[in-house]
T-cell receptor, first 112, second 111 residues
């Protein structure tokens, strides 16, 4: 099992550009989570999906952020337009029903 | 990961000694708790979990204790090794599927 796969691992972009982060959850897991981690705020849940349906997006900071899960094996987190304060490590995690969450390696985003 | 470090409580422990990491949780309705370990540049990794109907659970070199009366969780690591150096997070889960993470504790193992 390859675990949760995220791409890219590192992204450097300029303010105003669109950023798309990708995640492939572990096969068979029915919940997927997007987190953001910064020194100041720690690990924050942005949104999570259950059976490809967004359940709770209350952690999404603002309308510039959007997430989709078109099928059980793929999800994207998009930031448009990006701002320097979006710089963080973004983690995707997946879990089986009512189980522990397995985290991906993260995407380190730097917005200049 | 980038996260943590400068503002985290830090536990320095001599290699071979036991470590105890503490966590206070907030929701008395939480029924599931997890400890995660995060090494630099990596995502959080599951260590051990415990349900609210238990007060102790043991794994390999790790023990989690749960005190629901005071909403306190602890992680004990026996015979700490250099590879145990990391940030440790506790997380609680309530009625929904969300995990609420603590701020984390940095453990530094001194060889």
């Amino acid at each position: 099992d390859a675990g949760v796969i995220q791409s890219p691992r590192h992204e450097v972009t300029e303010m105003g550009q669109e950023v798309t982060l990708r995640c492939k959850p572990i096969s068979g897991h029915n919940s997927l989570f997007w987190y953001r981690q910064t020194m100041m705020r720690g690990l924050e849940l942005l949104i999570y999906f259950n059976n490809n349906v967004p359940i709770d997006d209350s952690g999404m900071p603002e309308d510039r952020f959007s997430a989709k899960m078109p099928n059980a094996s793929f999800s994207t987190l998009k930031i448009q337009p990006s701002e320097p304060r979006d710089s963080a490590v973004y983690f995707c995690a997946s879990s089986p029903k009512a189980g522990e969450q397995f985290f991906g390696p993260g995407t380190r985003l730097t917005v200049l | 990961g980038e996260s943590v470090g400068l503002h985290l409580p830090t536990l320095s422990v001599q290699e071979g000694d036991n470590s105890i990491i503490n966590c206070a949780y907030s929701n008395s309705a939480s029924d599931y708790f997890i400890w995660y370990k995060q090494e630099s540049g990596k995502g959080p990794q599951f260590i051990i979990d415990i349900r609210s109907n238990m007060d102790k659970r043991q794994g390999q070199r790790v023990t989690v204790l749960l005190n629901k009366t005071v909403k306190h969780l602890s992680l004990q690591i026996a015979a700490t090794q250099p590879g145990d150096s990391a940030v440790y997070f506790c997380a609680e889960k309530g009625g929904n599927n969300r995990l609420a993470f603590g701020k984390g504790n940095q453990v530094v193992v001194i060889p």
